[in-house]
Structure formats: C-alpha cells, structure tokens
C-alpha cells in the first residue's frame, strides 16, 4: 500500500501538461493545451487540457479525467501503478506501507492461483503440439479456419485424454493440491483422489482486462449428446463470470480507438473476426450478458454494437441485450446475420471490407430492429400495434439521460404517428414504476441490513451481561412487534429524495468549484456581515448547519463530507479537487468528474458568464442555490406531513401539530418564493 502522504506528494508534484506531453503534442491555445486526442482518430485537434484545473478532455469522442486517469487510460495501468509510473517520472521514492497478515496472505494466495492458471494455458498449449493434441485439436482448429498465428496469439490448447494428466503435473512442478481445486483445474472426488476438470477438450484460456490468465472454456469434439458441449472453470477468487469478457484484452485498444464495440456470442465468433482484422469485438461467451460486463465495456466506449444470431435464440438474446445496455447508458445498435448464419461462420466467408460493409448498412438502432422484427407479426391488428410502441416506449424509459429519450420520443412519434405527449406519458410512468421498484429493492435490502445489524447489537449487549433491570426493559421493548434496537436501526437507514437531488448538485457543484472562492456582498445585502468575508463553502455549510439539513442524496453527501474534511486542513481548492478526481472511491471520482469535468465544455453561456466577473456570478447565484434548496426542503416536509395527515387513527392534538407544522412551512415557502422573485 502507497502510503497516504507520498499519494498526494505525487498528485501535487504530478504537471498534466508535463505528462500528456510525453504522449501527444500539446500546443497553447490561450489559458489550455490543444492536441489530436490520443484515444480516437482525428485531424481537427479536440484534445484539450486545462493547466489550472489539472483536468484533460476530449470534445470528440468525450474521454476525461486527470493526470492519473490519463496514465491509466493511455498506459492500461491500475490507479495504483498509475501513481508509481508518476512517481518515478518525478523521482519520488515510494516505500509502500507494511501490509496486515491477512492482506499478504491474500494476495499471495491470489498470486498463487493466477501462476497456477498461467502454467495451465502453458500446459495446455505444450498439449497441443503432442501427437494427440495435434491430431485432434489442432486439426479441429484448422478446421475452423484459424491459422497458426492466430492458435498461438489466443493461447489455444488442449486438454489430454487422461482423466489426470494435468493434476499430476502440476504437483511435480511444485503447486498446491488445495490451488488446483480453488482454480476449478482440478476436482476432488469421494475418494481423496484429484482428477482433471478438463479433458480430451480443446481449451479457450479466458483473460482478464490486464492480460492475465484467469480461466478456460473446454469444448468437446464427441457427438455423443450425453456429453457437455463445453465445459468452463468456476468461479474463484479470481475469476467471476459475470464480470469477464471474453477477448477484452486483446481488443480493449482498439475499443477505445474506434469508440465502439461489437458484442458476439462465442469464443470462435470472437477469434474469426480478430483473425479477419476486426479487432474490437468481445463475447459474453458461457453467460448471458450481464451489467457487469455491460460496465466493463463501459470503460472503454459508449458505443455497442451487437451482433448475434439470426435466428430465434439470437433474437432473443438481443432483445435481452438492448434492454441491459440501454439501461447503463450506452447507445446500441444490433446486427441480425442472415439465418442458419454465426459471426464465425460469416466473417470466414467474407472478406474484412464486406464484414465492415454489412455492419454499416444492417445496424439498426433499438426502435428500428424492435420495429421491422415486431411489426410483421402485428401486422393490421390495432391492439398488437399498439402494444408494440407501448413496448418501444418502455424500453426508450430504460434510457438515463433525458436528452436522448426526449429525442427517441420523438422518432418513435413520427414513425408510428402517435403524440409525443402519450409516448412521454407512458415512458413517465414506466420510469416511476422503475424508480419506485428499485427504491422498495433499496428500502428491503436497507431493512435486512439494519436487522442484521441490530441482531449483532444484540447479540453483543446480551454477552455482556446486561443488569435485571436493563433486561427487563429490554423484554418490554421486545415484546413489539420488532425490537428497540431494530426500529433505532432503521431510524438511521437514509433514502435518496429524487425531488431534492438537482438542487443537492447545484449546491454541491458550487463547492466542489468555486468552495474556496469569497463571497463579496454589498452592504444592503442581508447576508453582509460587517468585517466577515465568508467563502462560499462557508457560507453554504454554515446555512446548511443553521437549518441542521443535510443532504438525502447518499452519494453526494459523501463527497459534500469528504470536501469538507479536506477543506478543514487547509488544503486550496485545486488540491481538494485533485484529491477528490482521483478518489479511490468510485463514487466520490465519478461525481467529481461529473461537476468538474463533465459540465467544463465550450459554451454559449460559459462565454457570457465569462464576461461578468466571477465573484457577481457567485454573489448572484450561490445565495439563489441556496433559496431553492431551502424551498425545495420545505415542499418535501410539506408533502410528508400531508401524508402523515391522511394515516387512519391519527390523534386529533397530532393532527392540531401537524396542521400547525405546515401552516409555518407554508408562510416560510411563500417568503422563499418572493425573494426569489426579486433575485
């Protein structure tokens, strides 16, 4: 572990002009640098990178991040190899701190596991070479088309006939009989006696995003049906089903240079297509496509393209996808092959310009492919006709970014010539129906937690030894239908509040921007203090404080408390926001990247705020923020007490308080609102 300390010596001494210039040309361009983007193709520079705010981005295909984010990008390396790769550009000694027990332990036995997987594909493929190997295995793969080159780039193998093979050799070598099982190599029988998963099989090794070898896929050449077609490892430490794809090593570069992937279904659907010279493609392969793979693919471009099976089972399996890739915000388009036709198959029988050919003129978007396949069958019958846009609605309500339904609303409208307002009505329903689903998921997954928490609590008080008398409280307490200590756990259980989270980001956007900024108030301002100038991190938290408010949204209260923390020790406002870009939190660094990075573009508005002087904005619009936050809170309080009103049973001196509660709520809303009309 790099110590503390030494991180941010490394992020301080770190220059992003100084390190992207190693990888591209950078030419001044005012206050920024201007470069052809390193990720994509391009001739018009659309590279830039900001000096004063530490940050890259590029308007062309929308890559960002910092100085480490560009290491790891452009060099596939950890954040942790990152940071050493600046380290030793700057000279700076990195004496890594003295791992626990358990984490050495951990990690060598993972170590272990992947030397293991290593001389396996090793092994596997010395298989291939024997008279065996070569008269089955590799016969079968010439068969398929591969060439050589192709055999050894993939590492494919063979598995010998014995039932040992594999198991013995490993022992001789040195490995752990207890790492061969934990592998899924070998299996432990009723006996004691350890024999091989994979036999009289040719061996796919499936890689991980850095290039190591994690698990195989083993495929039978018999026709006897009552053998397993194929055969995959297990899940293990270090390998986890969905969350590998196969082929994303040797293509993840080419992803990231073309912005798109295209997604197949099956080990030799990825080899023929890398072999024709179409590199960018990736296979879900032994498991139906999951979020998890969808998000690795995520990393890399927000463009897929998939392209499965014409027949029944193909389609099925991308409608399924579409679904599953819309929903993580991606864009998505499907190729359906020409029937009794496979990617492998196709890209055999056709040259690389053809492949590349069909693909531009057959991908479809979500609405097209959805329209042409359902269509047919609905033919003139109006109810199957309208089920078929309510479905293209819902699935358009998969979609995260507002913009981009809007724009799938409309197309949907002008191809089925239905109202806009009825599609935007349904496709608002649907996503309420989501957001309530998940939300409920979130509560009950909430409530076990703070069970299981408070069965812990329990559990440890009742050790202890509590008193007579503290037990015999806690008896009547119990005697509920849950416990104390159950309800105060719950108590603490906090949801987001969709009504409150623009307004959170605004305010949390100001800070995480301008938080070290002061704020200069006329005189006549009511929030001038005389000789106090307040910053605008100040002034929000201390309004925030005041209100003794906090925010609802769980993942921007965290970066609201993680800004503060930095903020108390004094750091200035770019180091606070270095730290919180290359947070090792995924969601303190992603919502940084969202309000520092993101929102940095080219604008009509940021040209004319340009021309007003930042400390008026900030005095204008800070203040404003923090009003409609206020007033929003207030709506929120509002609507909860309206619902507590209509509970059966509710005492009337409750309802006298409750009445009273929102009659003051409402005065102070209407006060809200006239300022605001003044601002």
Request: some cysteine; overall charge negative.
């Amino acid at each position: 572990m790099i110590p503390k300390e030494t991180v941010e010596k490394i992020l301080d001494t770190a220059q992003i002009v100084d390190v992207i210039g190693d990888f591209v040309s950078l030419k001044r361009r005012g206050a920024n640098y201007m470069a052809c983007c390193p990720f994509h193709n391009e001739k018009t520079p659309s590279f830039v990178v900001s000096p004063s705010k530490g940050i890259y981005k590029c308007f062309g295909c929308g890559k960002s991040g910092t100085v480490v984010g560009f290491v790891m990008e452009h060099e596939s390396l950890s954040y942790v190899d990152a940071l050493k790769y600046l380290a030793r550009k700057y000279h700076i000694e990195v004496i890594e701190k003295e791992e626990t027990a358990e984490d050495i332990a951990k990690k060598q036995k993972n170590e272990s596991l992947l030397l293991l997987s290593e001389y396996a594909g090793k092994f596997f493929q010395d298989s291939l070479a024997t008279k065996e190997g070569h008269a089955i295995g590799y016969n079968y793969f010439k068969s398929r088309g591969l060439e050589d080159e192709t055999i050894r780039k993939y590492g494919l193998g063979w598995a010998p006939v014995s039932r040992n093979a594999f198991c013995e050799k490993a022992r001789a070598a040195g490995y752990k009989e207890e790492y061969i099982v934990e592998t899924g190599l070998g299996i432990k029988r009723d006996d004691g006696s350890l024999v091989d998963r994979f036999f009289d099989r040719v061996i796919f090794p499936i890689h991980s995003v850095s290039g190591r070898v994690i698990a195989f896929g083993g495929r039978t050449l018999k026709t006897d049906k009552s053998v397993a077609k194929y055969v995959n490892s297990p899940e293990t430490e270090i390998y986890v089903k969905s969350r590998s794809l196969y082929g994303i090593w040797f293509a993840k570069n080419e992803i990231s240079r073309q912005d798109k992937c295209i997604l197949v279904e099956g080990y030799l659907d990825v080899l023929s297509m890398h072999q024709l010279g179409i590199t960018n493609v990736v296979a879900s392969s032994g498991t139906s496509l999951t979020v998890e793979q969808i998000r690795l693919i995520h990393k890399f471009t927000d463009n897929v393209t998939i392209i499965y099976d014409g027949d029944g089972a193909g389609i099925k399996a991308a409608l399924r996808g579409i679904n599953l890739v819309l929903k993580e915000g991606l864009n998505v388009k499907v190729v359906l092959l020409p029937d009794g036709h496979d990617p492998d198959d196709f890209a055999r029988a056709h040259t690389q310009e053809e492949v590349l050919d069909f693909i531009r003129v057959n991908e479809q978007d979500f609405i097209g492919f959805k329209t042409d396949l359902l269509l047919a069958e609905a033919g003139n019958d109006p109810l199957k006709r309208a089920n078929l846009i309510t479905d293209i609605a819902d699935t358009i309500s998969m979609i995260p970014d507002a913009v981009i339904r809007a724009m799938y609303i409309k197309t949907c409208s002008e191809k089925f010539e239905v109202d806009e307002s009825i599609l935007s009505e349904r496709m608002s329903t649907t996503r309420k129906e989501m957001i309530h689903s998940e939300e409920e998921r979130r509560r009950r997954e909430a409530e076990r937690q703070a069970e299981r928490e408070a069965t812990g609590e329990e559990a440890q008080a009742s050790a202890a030894g509590e008193t007579a008398e503290h037990s015999e409280e806690e008896t009547v307490r119990q005697s509920g239908p849950e416990s104390e200590l159950v309800r105060k756990a719950k108590e603490k259980v906090r949801f987001n509040e969709p009504y409150l989270e623009s307004s959170e980001k605004e305010l949390l956007g100001f800070i995480l921007e301008y938080g070290c900024s002061k704020l200069e108030f006329d005189r006549d301002s009511r929030f001038f203090t005389e000789g106090e100038q307040m910053t605008v991190a100040d002034f929000i938290d201390g309004i925030m404080a005041t209100d003794d408010a906090e925010f609802m949204n769980d993942i921007y209260r965290k970066v609201y408390d993680t800004y503060f923390d930095l903020y108390t020790e004094g750091l200035e406002q770019r180091q606070i926001q270095a730290r919180l870009l290359n947070s090792l939190d995924e969601d303190i660094s992603s919502v940084a990247r969202e309000l520092l990075i993101d929102k940095y573009q080219l604008t009509v508005k940021n040209f004319e705020n340009s021309l007003t002087a930042i400390s008026s904005v900030l005095v204008l619009n800070v203040p404003k923020a923090v009003m409609v936050y206020q007033r929003r809170k207030l709506e929120v309080l509002i609507r909860d007490l309206q619902q507590e009103l209509k509970r059966e049973g509710l005492e009337s001196d409750r309802m006298m308080e409750i009445l009273m509660k929102i009659d003051g709520y409402n005065k102070a809303r209407n006060r809200l609102s006239k300022e605001l009309g003044r601002v």
